[in-house]
């Protein structure tokens, strides 16, 4: 299902994973989405006010799309994980950009990765 992952790698063994995977428009809801990210940070389900809070606008590829970014708390001495999701409709076909790991290390690398979302090309 993936047609792209990468591995950022920081300071003190911080890791955050990017993938990029296209999905029919059948993805699900945007808050089935977001629930469901919000669940792999051991958060509850949220109500669509706070997904609407949580939703920006991004330009991926050329086209405009929304940005959410989930922050989760820190448990047992783990520290905080953080997400952020970008998806873009194209051709039938829902873009997902995610990008999931230590929250500092998400959290400083996501100018980079909205420059990389910017940078986005599909192959037709």
């Not at 059948?26 to 469901?36: E, K, M, T």
């Not at 590829?61 to 970008?86: N, T």
């Amino acid at each position: 299902m993936r047609a792209a992952s990468f591995v950022v790698n920081g300071p003190d063994n911080q890791r955050a994973e990017i993938s990029v995977v296209p999905l029919s428009e059948q993805a699900g809801s945007d808050l089935d989405n977001f629930n469901r990210w919000r669940a792999q940070l051991g958060l509850p389900p949220a109500e669509p006010a706070e997904l609407e809070r949580s939703v920006q606008q991004v330009e991926i590829g050329g086209q405009q799309g929304r940005l959410i970014e989930i922050a989760g708390a820190s448990s047992d001495g783990k520290p905080m994980s953080r997400i952020i999701v970008a998806m873009v409709q194209r051709k039938g076909i829902t873009w997902f950009f995610k990008m999931m790991g230590d929250g500092a290390l998400v959290a400083a690398q996501k100018p980079v990765f909205i420059s990389f979302l910017g940078s986005v090309q599909y192959a037709d």
